[in-house]
């Protein structure tokens, strides 16, 4: 199965080279400078994920024609020291009790305009912006919004390694008993296999029956599933630590004719949404090819999110498939297609596949089936 072929290491030049063109970006953005603390950004960046987030400060400083330099609390280094990145890096530590803005002063030109990692404490900035008056401080992801955006080779691999990992878990589903358990114990199920299938981290295990489908962000709860119910799966997680986002709306015995025309319909929409994926195209119009369908069967009131988000280390991230946004899709590019039709009260249908963009269309990295599925 291809979700437990191996992949191909991202090694310690292919984080230099990320940092390199960070670097490059953030100037062309008109920064004077990236500082990166513990979250996505650090792993994509330097492959390092500290053990627990702590309020002592570890920094990455990406500065135009200075080497990279990670700033880490001294018990924390022999860490740091074994990331697959840490060779491409400068390693500075600070001792317990001494003042780590004082030390990330020496490493940050005072009067720059930085870019800093929308994870950073609030208490680290403050103590950036005393030690270092006449810094200016952006947010990574409004000024470098597509950093993480286009996918090499081996990211590819692993998205497609989590696609199918989750694909497995929705074909093994299916066979499960719905009728009469609660949401939580489907749910269980859900994450017992992804992480069967080879997901190391479970970030979410929707479950909405009946009328609990009818809200996009209902996860699971007390509720015990009945025949006749529509029921929301929605699930993913991360795997060689980039993400799997799954959805498909199965029924508990035999669908109603309305359960079926709705569940059509968003069928279709979706269908139509990976169909508009190509280069050059804004994302906007893979919301609008979706949202077009569902508008024009009556149900665009019903449709109340939007079409998709990015995927990569983190199962949500920039770009997003929504009405103003106007970046072009480029290949390489991973997102979810993943419309849906919410009749509060009564029952929802969500159908969702991650899309990478190709040379000429889109690919989908999930392949089951779409039709409307029965279960016991
Ligand atoms: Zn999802
Ligand atoms: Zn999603
Ligand atoms: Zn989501």
Redesign the pocket.
């Known amino acids: 199965m291809t979700s437990t072929e191996p992949v191909a290491p991202i090694t310690t030049d292919d984080y230099a080279a990320r940092m390199r063109r960070v670097v490059a970006d953030a100037s062309a953005a008109g920064l004077g400078g990236l500082l990166i603390t513990p979250g996505p950004d650090l792993v994509w960046l330097t492959g390092y994920q500290p053990t627990a987030i702590t309020e002592r400060m570890t920094m990455l400083v990406l500065v135009p024609d200075q080497e990279p330099t990670l700033l880490v609390p001294t018990l924390e280094r022999p860490d740091a020291e074994g990331a697959v990145g840490a060779p491409a890096l400068s390693i500075v530590d600070w001792p317990d009790g001494a003042d780590p803005f004082a030390r990330a002063a020496t490493l940050i030109p005072g009067t720059a305009t930085l870019g800093i990692a929308d994870s950073a404490w609030a208490l680290h900035l403050l103590g950036l912006q005393d030690a270092l008056p006449q810094t200016s401080y952006r947010s990574l992801t409004t000024s470098l919004p597509m950093l993480r955006a286009v996918k090499d080779a081996q990211e590819l691999a692993r998205l497609a390694a989590a696609g199918a990992a989750a694909d497995a878990t929705y074909e093994q589903i299916l066979g499960v008993r719905f009728a009469g358990r609660r949401e939580t114990e489907v749910a269980a199920d859900l994450a017992r296999l992804l992480r069967e299938f080879g997901h190391e981290q479970v970030d979410f295990t929707v479950v909405g029956s009946g009328p609990n489908g009818a809200n996009p962000h209902h996860e699971a709860g007390e509720r015990t599933i009945e025949v006749g119910d529509a029921v929301v799966l929605?699930f993913g997680g991360l795997m060689h630590g980039y993400g799997s986002?799954t959805s498909r709306t199965v029924c508990v015995g035999e669908p109603t004719a309305e359960i079926r025309e709705v569940h059509e319909i968003v069928r279709l929409a979706q269908q139509a949404g990976v169909d508009a994926v190509r280069p050059g195209i804004a994302c906007q119009e893979v919301d609008r090819a979706a949202r077009r369908l569902i508008t024009e069967a009556g149900y665009g009131e019903q449709f109340i999110h939007r079409t998709g988000?990015g995927i990569g280390t983190t199962t949500?991230e920039p770009p997003y498939m929504i009405e103003g946004e106007e970046q072009p899709l480029v290949p390489g590019m991973c997102f979810s297609v993943e419309p849906g039709i919410y009749l509060a009260g009564r029952f929802g249908v969500r159908i969702e596949d991650i899309v990478t963009v190709t040379e000429d269309g889109g690919r989908r990295l999930n392949n089951t089936g779409r039709e409307l599925r029965v279960v016991e």
């Open positions: 929605d986002d988000h949500h």
